[in-house]
């Protein structure tokens, strides 16, 4: 027996078709969508559909979950991998650190780090110039390797949302007056940006966890 699925919204439209952006099986057959999936199924995309709202870059790194969510769910740990985070220093409220983003020159970056041990979700809140409104936000998930690929090691997750922020800077009067740029201005370069510190950070992992070192260093601790 069918479970009642979308029942609620067929009794709300009075009918059994499918609202717009719904394509189940039950209405569109194998036929029918496989043109649709077809279409989907560019030799090459644009850039800004594939990294204009969304940016998300994954990754394997031979370095077991637990551990390397110990070491990401620090924030220090953004002074070894990211490429321009420097100068971690903790401000008077409890967990909000301050650093400088040499992307910047001297520009003040703000971060609180949020992490989840069960679901081994480390997100990362961040503003550049005040620590008041952390409106960018680094999404990352650690995932078991043995579950999704059959072999031991960590997938990392990490996907950034375009903010309306990034378009215009939101605290105008906190930034340095000399600044000539603003961090929406690398919105294009966040892809390949992204990346390259993915790398940074599976190379600094897989370092210490390959060489018996503790994956979160003694500086950290």
Request: hydrophobic share 35%; charged share 25%.
């Amino acid at each position: 027996m069918s479970l009642p699925a979308l029942e609620d919204i067929a009794a709300h439209t009075g009918s059994t078709e499918p609202i717009d952006g719904v394509t189940r099986i039950e209405t569109s057959p194998r036929e029918k969508a496989t043109p649709i999936i077809m279409e989907m199924m560019h030799s090459v995309y644009p850039h800004d559909q594939v990294f204009g709202q969304y940016c998300t870059v994954n990754d394997y790194i031979d370095c077991p979950p637990d551990e390397l969510f110990a070491y990401m769910s620090d924030t220090r740990c953004l002074e070894e991998w990211t490429y321009s985070l420097r100068g971690f220093t903790e401000t008077d409220e409890p967990g909000l650190w301050e650093a400088y983003d040499r992307l910047g020159s001297e520009t003040k970056i703000y971060t609180r780090t949020v992490a989840s041990e069960q679901g081994r979700t480390v997100d990362y809140h961040c503003a550049w110039d005040q620590g008041k409104h952390l409106w960018m936000v680094y999404l990352m998930r650690v995932v078991d390797a043995q579950i999704v690929l059959d072999k031991p090691g960590s997938v990392v997750l990490w996907t950034n949302c375009h903010h309306p922020f990034y378009d215009r800077n939101p605290y105008p009067d906190a930034s340095p007056p000399d600044r000539p740029v603003w961090v929406g201005d690398f919105w294009e370069m966040f892809g390949p940006g992204h990346l390259l510190e993915m790398k940074n950070l599976k190379a600094i992992a897989e370092y210490r966890h390959r060489n018996g070192l503790p994956v979160t260093p003694d500086w950290m601790r």
